[in-house]
């Protein structure tokens, strides 16, 4: 995007703009950039509007942002998609990575596709399976443990979740017998509406997060929102484990369901007939 030259002269600049915390700080270091294109003793104004036009997309590499949407589950960029994409031309190119030379006819490259789906879909079956059975597991031993209001509410958890949010749920799950954050209710004095101020005791500097007492109203810190599941501040508001604040990913499932499902690959001599 910028050439060898441009990138060199601003590389510092564009790391700093994609790592910014805030909209401040990235404003901050795109100003001191631009001062640096500016007072250059021969000013490539070609340079300029491509810096600019890469201050506009900020919503597309600014962690401050990508923090933001729903469900980014904490990725810095899109490694799943990636993944894919590398996954499909190794399949369809019997293994060889980095290059593509499938050459074959549309309906074949389909056929090829849902071929690779179906094998994905076995894969993921298999993660299923082994997640219920984690999940048993967890469900057998929370039962020698002693009976109090969090281990009911851990219990309750376990018999939807899957291991993996499970797991993610219990560790958020206060344990300790000291208070570990504070609650207070507030009025606002606009709309009438309870708002829960929940504050950490063990780290005072950290931000205090507000949200109404209604069940549905959520929590917007980055926990909560890269997951889309129930945060600690919302697990000690709302006095624990509330289904429907989960996505439905979070869920025990044992088999994945899809357009797949009943598809048989068609043979050979049917294919033939149909490219002709």
Request: with cysteine; glycine share 6%.
């Given at each position: 995007m910028f050439g060898?030259?441009?990138?060199e002269l601003l590389k510092s600049h564009l790391v700093r703009m994609i790592q910014a915390?805030?909209?401040v700080d990235f404003d901050e270091i795109y100003d001191t950039g631009k001062n640096l294109l500016e007072n250059q003793l021969k000013v490539n104004g070609q340079l300029l509007s491509i810096f600019e036009e890469f201050s506009?997309?900020?919503?597309?590499?600014?962690?401050?942002?990508?923090v933001e949407i729903p469900g980014n589950r904490g990725r810095k960029g899109s490694p799943i998609s990636e993944s894919n994409h590398s996954s499909v031309l190794s399949d369809l190119?019997?293994?060889?990575?980095?290059?593509?030379?499938?050459?074959?006819?549309?309906?074949?490259l389909v056929q090829d596709l849902l071929t690779r789906q179906k094998t994905h879909v076995l894969i993921a079956n298999q993660r299923f399976h082994n997640s219920v059975q984690h999940m048993?597991?967890?469900?057998?031993?929370?039962?020698?443990?002693?009976v109090t209001y969090g281990m009911n509410d851990l219990k309750f958890a376990a018999s939807k979740l899957n291991h993996e949010t499970c797991l993610r749920y219990k560790l958020r799950q206060p344990r300790s017998p000291e208070p570990e954050y504070f609650i207070q209710k507030t009025v606002d004095t606009t709309t009438n509406e309870v708002i829960m101020c929940v504050q950490s005791q063990i780290h005072p500097d950290a931000p205090t997060q507000k949200f109404t007492i209604d069940v549905n109203s959520r929590c917007n810190c980055k926990d909560r929102i890269a997951e889309q599941d129930m945060c600690v501040h919302e697990i000690v508001a709302k006095a624990g484990f509330i289904p429907q604040l989960f996505e439905e990913r979070h869920f025990q499932r044992k088999c994945v369901s899809g357009y797949l499902n009943g598809w048989i690959s068609p043979?050979?001599?049917k294919v033939n007939k149909i490219i002709g």
């Open positions: 060898p030259v441009g990138y915390k805030s909209k506009c997309t900020r919503n597309y590499y600014a962690e401050s942002r990508i190119n019997d293994g060889i990575k980095g290059t593509n030379r499938y050459q074959e006819h549309p309906i074949l048993k597991l967890e469900r057998a031993k929370s039962q020698l443990q002693s043979p050979k001599q």
